[in-house]
Nanobody, 124 residues
Framework: QGPLRESGGSSVQTGDSLRLSCAAS????????MAWFREAPGKEREFVAG????????KYADSVQGRFTISRDNLANTLYLQMNALKPEDTAVYYC?????????????????WGLGTQVTVSS
């Protein structure tokens, strides 16, 4: 088992909501910026949302801006992704990622720790 473990993926309908969680065993949690990425069948892994080490700065992909919210609880060592108004194009395996440093980045190559992913399927 790696240092990151996602949960919360499910099969839902268009317009539904889901909350993904990522339990992190990194220490100290405040030394890591974190992010969510996703990978749909036949597509490259893409950035979804990122959050800095203390949670006061976030970034979003244009495709999820206004629908998804990333947050973190450093006391609980947990990262979250609240997903609202889900669409079929949100169907993917969602991955949690962490990088040593204070600021998140949309570039996957800068993340050193990855979870195994959780499947989100949105049906029309």
């Amino acid at each position: 088992q790696g240092p990151l473990r996602e949960s919360g993926g499910s099969s839902v309908q268009t317009g539904d909501s889901l909350r993904l969680s990522c339990a992190a065993s990194l220490s100290p949690s405040t030394s890591y910026a974190m992010a969510w990425f996703r990978e749909a069948p036949g597509k490259e892994r893409e950035f979804v949302a990122g959050i800095n080490f203390n949670g006061d700065s976030t970034k979003y992909a244009d495709s999820v801006q206004g629908r998804f919210t990333i947050s973190r609880d450093n006391l609980a060592n947990t990262l979250y992704l609240q997903m609202n108004a889900l669409k079929p194009e949100d169907t993917a395996v969602y991955y949690c990622a962490a990088r040593w440093g204070t600021v998140s980045t949309p570039l996957s190559r800068y993340y050193s720790s990855w979870g195994l992913g959780t499947q989100v399927t949105v049906s029309s």
